[in-house]
């Protein structure tokens, strides 16, 4: 049967994505405002004010080859607005002769400087190993950006719900939202999602969205205030989440992460209150979490590179995930009680495909296919607090598939502009 609520989300994927570069590749002066764009970011800065208008500033993804030229102000600034994620080196050119390079990280939503300082007797390379970090007075979003590197450097949960709680001002949900996000004390429904530009929340009830496998993120901004008007239908916060492309270097990675229950601490168990009122449960077990079971296996793997060096692109990465536990009522249950035992297991598979065209410095084509599927098994058995033990008195069984179309069943083969997903439970 159908639910309206689902089970934590129902929209599975967005898949397509076209870029077309005059709008994105385009040389802007910086005494312009123009509006930024949710999936690509800003590099701007100062060139030697005395012989600006001797110099030009190419600006080079390292990772695709792609090159934008700008031309700075008589004052000596540049701004190059529409910059997709990546490392770019930052070439000053005197004519057709490079003077002096930069290397800097361009981030969505967010600029970036790449200055060169004056010097009178002659410009030199400048490395840059460590400066203080700047006031980026570019953007008016309150929030974090966060790279890949940094989340794989960081200890935390493989999710975007993880990255979400590194920004200030976040919290996990309590209550029906199943720990759900919240911003800045909204409601867990009130947040907006976007991976590549698009919006991936569960439109019917807001909580929910469609996740990515870990390894697939290039930038993940959190939003939780200032953002402008590209980001509807949110008066909570924003999770705007840009994908990792292929480059000009082959590159394949796996990895395969488990939890056993077996080194696992074992739970302290929970005792009724000594108040002396009630002699026959005082300082009496009241749930033995020592039965208490978790279990977890995550795999994932990516693969990218050049179909066409300089050109065509391909990105591909896919995470599995099980997990298993198994936890105790209190000992107010009797054997047959559905709250005795409570027993459950997940399945998730996550995958990205991307592909990225270069027709030239100025056209951009993109295309991204998005697939989370969720399938979970919960179950309910009697526990004897007189063998601490569970038996096989079975009180339900209840079965979740949250994923793509035909009632779970998948999508149609071959369907890759847009997936849309249902919520579907059995009750046995």
Not at 232 to 248: A, E, H, L, Y
Not at 367 to 380: C, E, L, P
Not at 381 to 398: D, F, K, M, P
Request: charged share 15%.
């Amino acid at each position: 049967m159908k639910t309206a609520n689902g089970f934590k989300k129902n929209i599975v994927a967005h898949a397509i994505s076209v870029v077309f570069g005059t709008a994105a590749f385009v040389s802007l002066m910086p005494t312009v405002s123009y509006a930024q764009s949710n999936t690509t970011g800003t590099i701007y800065g100062q060139v030697p004010v005395s012989t600006a208008s001797q110099y030009s500033v190419i600006l080079e993804n390292l990772g695709t080859g792609t090159e934008r030229k700008i031309t700075p102000d008589a004052s000596g600034k540049y701004q190059a607005t529409s910059m997709p994620p990546g490392h770019y080196k930052v070439r000053l050119m005197n004519a057709d002769k490079e003077e002096t390079t930069l290397e800097v990280e361009a981030v969505i939503g967010s600029g970036v400087e790449a200055s060169f300082v004056e010097n009178k007797d002659k410009v030199q390379t400048v490395v840059i190993t460590s400066k203080p970090r700047g006031v980026d007075v570019s953007t008016t979003n309150n929030g974090a950006v966060f790279t890949a590197k940094q989340l794989d450097n960081l200890p935390m949960g493989q999710s975007t719900g993880s990255i979400i709680l590194l920004a200030p001002g976040t919290n996990a949900s309590v209550g029906n939202y199943s720990a759900a996000p919240s911003f800045g004390g909204a409601g867990a429904s009130e947040n907006a999602y976007y991976i590549n530009g698009f919006p991936v929340v569960n439109g019917r009830s807001g909580i929910g969205f469609t996740d990515l496998p870990f390894g697939a993120i290039q930038n993940a901004q959190i939003l939780t205030g200032g953002y402008g008007a590209e980001f509807g239908n949110s008066t909570g916060g924003v999770s705007n989440i840009t994908t990792k492309s292929g480059t000009n270097t082959w590159e394949v990675g796996a990895k395969y992460e488990y939890t056993p229950e077996s080194l696992r601490a074992k739970p302290l168990d929970t005792y009724y209150p000594n108040t002396g009122a009630n002699p026959l449960t005082d300082g009496k077990l009241y749930r033995y979490n020592q039965s208490n079971t978790s279990d977890s296996h995550l795999s994932a793997a990516y693969l990218g590179g050049p179909l066409i060096k300089d050109k065509l692109f391909l990105f591909g990465a896919v995470q599995d995930t099980h997990s298993s536990s198994g936890y105790v009522g209190s000992t107010s249950a009797n054997p047959t009680s559905p709250g005795g035992w409570g027993q459950s297991s997940s399945d998730t598979l996550r995958y990205l495909v991307k592909l990225d065209f270069n027709l030239n410095d100025d056209n951009h084509f993109e295309y991204t296919r998005i697939y989370d599927g969720v399938k979970a098994n919960s179950q309910s058995y009697g526990y004897n607090y007189a063998t601490l033990s569970r038996n096989n008195v079975q009180s339900s069984n209840i079965n979740y598939v949250n994923c793509c179309e035909n009632n779970g069943q998948g999508a149609d083969p071959g369907a890759a502009d847009n997936i849309f997903g249902s919520s579907d439970f059995s009750v046995g």
